[in-house]
């Protein structure tokens, strides 16, 4: 079997657009996207049709909990007020142009996924399995937090996004921990290209176990930024997409991550 | 309130794992220490490096997803750097120091330890705002000074402070405290500074200093209906002390709160009898880092929706 799977999209539909192009040309059987549709970008009615029109199977992220419920905030967990202005801004600007029929189509979305492939208990959650909007990144997070994690959940492949960016831990037992990254924006590392995951079980795994895959994607970020400043989005974000350096919620990464970055 | 109506927290998950390494000896004396540490106040003495390489493995079955340093000042113990190179083999960990005892071979053997690992080792220096008048007559004489040369010293080898103060201005001033911290550490060459301001406990000194906690400042089971207890760090974290396991850091004075001699025997409810557990209510994620908040989901129908 072969996954494709995205994370927080945060708007930006060139990006999604590119990751489903992408992941048919590398032959995956389905695609999946672990929720935040909304925050950042331009034009949050956008990623609905491509969404719906390839049959991406979605769960829910604190930001699509939020747009659904028609909540104040984003639940983004911040402690800075400086990205809590930021989170509104985006947020008010989501809701704002979110319509009903797609609020309550986030509002719907289950808060996880579970399939079983090749005799694998694969679940797929938003932060962690436990809670929709716990950040766990690569340097916070013990492998025995994670072990724990897939024996309490009966998992074998915990698929999970939020932080804005990828990593992945092998468990006991062969088991596997992999944040796909996001669509949304790039991963504070001075590139523009965003992340997904491309996973592949059984006879299409290499050894037979999991094989996992992330993947740069080239998209039309130029466009994007353009569009952004059309919008009058902050010029923080827009140059995040143009230049791959995280300029806001910044609190929230711990010393390694927030090392590899400028800001 | 009789006993029974005092409202117990489970422990949910062991996220943190906290080691009183220090005890509460320190080379300081702050006016506002809630336990209240000392060089002479011995109540609770240093760790070895072997009890926390047992207490490590022993955390191992509960899934302990970080491991915090405190003491009095962690620093004095000597053992304190073989003791973090040690944690970072089992996840991330976090040290509370006043900065002021910093040695730079020291610094220099951690950073290449942490460069070693997938996982952060976090600097947290207290500061008590961002002039030495407002900092040194709690913290002591010069202790600004000494308090900014830590940080320098640890900006220079590359790691990135969460400078942590202890509010003792009004709530409202906060923002022009972490704006003039702000410029201050610019100036020290800390472009990018990480600040975090924590409540005062009215206990230890601090209730000599100022005052205690009155009678009302309880936490009733009322106050706990649609509360996120996971704000409590009672919910996901125990103290090892050379005593054994206590429910928190902020309680270690309290008898109730030792709670036994393994982390087993230490995972039963906690009463939240005293007045800091209600600075803790009211604040809540006092004890851990930025990067580790967690904040429940709101439910749609407990909260506050926008007007259509």
């Given at each position: 079997?072969?996954?494709?799977?995205?994370?927080?999209?945060?708007?930006?539909?060139?990006?999604?657009?590119?990751?489903?192009?992408?992941?048919?040309?590398?032959?995956?059987?389905?695609?999946?996207?672990?929720?935040?549709?909304?925050?950042?970008?331009?034009?949050?009615?956008?990623?609905?049709?491509?969404?719906?029109?390839?049959?991406?199977?979605?769960?829910?992220?604190?930001?699509?909990?939020?747009?659904?419920?028609?909540?104040?905030?984003?639940?983004?967990?911040?402690?800075?007020?400086?990205?809590?202005?930021?989170?509104?801004?985006?947020?008010?600007?989501?809701?704002?142009?979110?319509?009903?029929?797609?609020?309550?189509?986030?509002?719907?979305?289950?808060?996880?996924?579970?399939?079983?492939?090749?005799?694998?208990?694969?679940?797929?959650?938003?932060?962690?399995?436990?809670?929709?909007?716990?950040?766990?990144?690569?340097?916070?997070?013990?492998?025995?937090?994670?072990?724990?994690?897939?024996?309490?959940?009966?998992?074998?492949?915990?698929?999970?996004?939020?932080?804005?960016?990828?990593?992945?831990?092998?468990?006991?037992?062969?088991?596997?921990?992999?944040?796909?990254?996001?669509?949304?924006?790039?991963?504070?590392?001075?590139?523009?290209?965003?992340?997904?995951?491309?996973?592949?079980?059984?006879?299409?795994?290499?050894?037979?176990?999991?094989?996992?895959?992330?993947?740069?994607?080239?998209?039309?970020?130029?466009?994007?930024?353009?569009?952004?400043?059309?919008?009058?989005?902050?010029?923080?974000?827009?140059?995040?997409?143009?230049?791959?350096?995280?300029?806001?919620?910044?609190?929230?990464?711990?010393?390694?991550?927030?090392?590899?970055?400028?800001? | 309130?009789?006993?029974?109506?005092?409202?117990?927290?489970?422990?949910?998950?062991?996220?943190?794992?906290w080691f009183q390494v220090s005890g509460?000896?320190?080379?300081?004396?702050?006016?506002?220490?809630?336990i209240?540490c000392?060089?002479?106040?011995?109540?609770?003495?240093?760790?070895?490096?072997?009890?926390?390489?047992?207490?490590?493995?022993?955390?191992?079955?509960?899934?302990?997803?970080?491991?915090y340093f405190t003491g009095g000042e962690p620093?004095?113990?000597?053992?304190?750097?073989?003791?973090?190179?040690?944690?970072?083999?089992?996840?991330?960990?976090t040290v509370l120091t006043?900065?002021?005892?910093?040695?730079?071979?020291?610094?220099?053997?951690?950073?290449?330890?942490?460069?070693?690992?997938?996982?952060?080792?976090?600097?947290r220096?207290?500061?008590?705002?961002?002039?030495?008048?407002?900092?040194?007559?709690?913290?002591?004489?010069?202790?600004?000074?000494?308090?900014?040369?830590?940080?320098?010293?640890?900006?220079?080898?590359?790691?990135?402070?969460?400078?942590?103060?202890?509010?003792?201005?009004?709530?409202?001033?906060?923002?022009?405290?972490?704006?003039?911290?702000?410029?201050?550490?610019?100036?020290?060459?800390?472009?990018?500074?990480?600040?975090?301001?924590?409540?005062?406990?009215?206990?230890?000194?601090?209730?000599?200093?100022?005052?205690?906690?009155?009678?009302?400042?309880?936490?009733?089971?009322?106050?706990?209906?649609?509360?996120?207890?996971?704000?409590?760090?009672?919910?996901?974290?125990?103290v090892?002390?050379?005593?054994?396991?206590?429910?928190?850091p902020?309680?270690?004075?309290?008898?109730?709160?030792?709670?036994?001699?393994?982390?087993?025997?230490?995972?039963?409810?906690?009463?939240?009898?005293?007045?800091?557990?209600?600075?803790?209510?009211?604040?809540?994620?006092?004890c851990?880092?930025?990067?580790?908040?967690?904040?429940?989901?709101?439910?749609?129908?407990?909260?506050?929706?926008?007007?259509?």
């Amino acid at each position: 079997m072969h996954l494709a799977v995205f994370g927080g999209i945060y708007n930006n539909y060139l990006a999604l657009q590119a990751a489903i192009d992408d992941a048919h040309r590398a032959g995956a059987d389905a695609l999946y996207c672990l929720g935040d549709m909304g925050a950042f970008g331009p034009y949050p009615d956008r990623v609905f049709a491509p969404l719906r029109d390839h049959s991406v199977i979605c769960i829910q992220g604190n930001y699509d909990n939020s747009i659904g419920n028609d909540l104040q905030d984003c639940q983004c967990g911040y402690t800075d007020p400086r990205d809590n202005y930021f989170a509104k801004l985006s947020y008010d600007y989501t809701y704002a142009n979110t319509s009903a029929a797609n609020r309550r189509w986030l509002r719907d979305l289950p808060s996880e996924h579970r399939v079983e492939v090749d005799g694998l208990r694969i679940l797929m959650c938003h932060g962690s399995p436990r809670q929709t909007n716990e950040f766990l990144w690569e340097s916070t997070t013990s492998t025995q937090f994670l072990d724990k994690l897939a024996n309490d959940y009966e998992a074998d492949l915990i698929l999970a996004t939020h932080t804005g960016i990828h990593w992945q831990r092998e468990l006991t037992g062969g088991r596997q921990f992999v944040n796909v990254g996001v669509l949304g924006r790039p991963e504070n590392d001075g590139r523009t290209v965003v992340w997904y995951a491309q996973i592949r079980t059984g006879g299409d795994a290499v050894a037979g176990g999991i094989d996992i895959q992330f993947v740069p994607l080239e998209y039309d970020h130029l466009r994007l930024a353009e569009e952004m400043r059309d919008e009058r989005l902050p010029e923080e974000f827009v140059a995040t997409i143009e230049t791959g350096w995280w300029t806001t919620c910044l609190e929230v990464l711990p010393s390694k991550e927030r090392r590899r970055g400028r800001f | 309130m009789s006993i029974t109506d005092i409202p117990a927290v489970e422990l949910q998950a062991l996220d943190e794992l906290w080691f009183q390494v220090s005890g509460t000896l320190c080379n300081l004396q702050c006016t506002h220490c809630f336990i209240s540490c000392s060089p002479h106040n011995d109540s609770f003495g240093y760790l070895s490096l072997d009890e926390v390489q047992r207490r490590l493995d022993e955390s191992v079955a509960f899934g302990v997803k970080e491991y915090y340093f405190t003491g009095g000042e962690p620093f004095l113990n000597k053992e304190l750097i073989p003791m973090l190179k040690a944690s970072l083999a089992y996840g991330p960990a976090t040290v509370l120091t006043n900065a002021t005892v910093l040695k730079p071979e020291w610094l220099s053997e951690l950073r290449a330890a942490e460069e070693g690992t997938v996982y952060s080792l976090e600097f947290r220096v207290s500061i008590d705002g961002p002039t030495a008048e407002i900092n040194d007559p709690i913290r002591g004489e010069r202790t600004f000074e000494r308090a900014m040369q830590g940080v320098r010293l640890l900006v220079e080898h590359g790691f990135l402070p969460i400078i942590t103060m202890t509010r003792t201005w009004e709530e409202a001033d906060d923002p022009e405290i972490l704006s003039r911290f702000r410029d201050v550490l610019h100036q020290l060459g800390y472009s990018r500074p990480r600040l975090k301001i924590l409540p005062r406990l009215k206990i230890g000194a601090e209730a000599q200093r100022t005052h205690g906690y009155d009678a009302e400042d309880v936490v009733t089971p009322e106050m706990l209906t649609d509360y996120d207890v996971g704000q409590l760090i009672c919910a996901h974290s125990r103290v090892i002390t050379d005593r054994g396991v206590c429910v928190c850091p902020i309680l270690l004075d309290s008898p109730a709160a030792q709670l036994g001699k393994t982390l087993a025997e230490s995972t039963s409810p906690f009463p939240l009898f005293h007045g800091a557990c209600y600075t803790c209510y009211q604040y809540g994620a006092i004890c851990t880092n930025p990067s580790s908040h967690l904040v429940e989901q709101q439910r749609a129908a407990d909260s506050e929706n926008r007007i259509e």
